[in-house]
């Protein structure tokens, strides 16, 4: 069986910029670069593809070995999950292959860029965390 997977929301938000995702996750206040095959199957993981969707329609995409592609998005998908940025879906209807005229070029494993130089404003939360000192204040456990 394969299994489907979900954005992580409200936890997680996103956003293509030209030819990268940016992903931010306001539980860790990490956010998250996806570039190419990254950006490809992080735009399957929105339409609901299932693992086995992934596989196929990367190596429909692109050329390379298909046990290579799919070891490659297996670790990608548990690196996601790691970081919070995807959850296992409950229930869901896996988007299923759709079919490609023309490959895109030589498989590269996706790469998941991490960035945590912004973690302390992320983890503010503007709304909430308002007191007698004002706003921006720390949430109880985040350590400076």
């Known amino acids: ?35 190419a095959t990254a950006l ?13 969707t992934l596989t196929s329609r990367m190596t429909s995409l692109y050329n390379g070995d298909q046990q290579a592609i799919g070891e490659a998005v297996t670790e990608f998908l548990e690196q996601l999950r790691t970081n919070g940025l995807i959850a296992e879906a409950s229930f869901g209807v896996d988007a299923g292959p759709e079919p490609v005229a023309d490959r895109r070029g030589p498989w590269e494993p996706p790469v998941l860029s991490v960035y945590e130089d912004m973690k302390e404003l992320l983890l503010l939360d503007p709304i909430h965390d308002v007191d007698e000192q004002g706003w921006p204040a720390r949430k109880p456990d985040q350590v400076v």
């Open 1 to 35: 069986m394969s299994t489907v997977y979900r954005i992580n929301r409200p936890k997680v938000i996103s956003e293509v910029f030209d030819d990268e995702v940016v992903a931010v996750n306001f539980d860790t206040g990490s956010y998250y670069g996806l570039r």
């Open 40 to 52: 490809t199957i992080w735009n399957l993981l929105e339409q609901g593809a299932s693992t086995q």
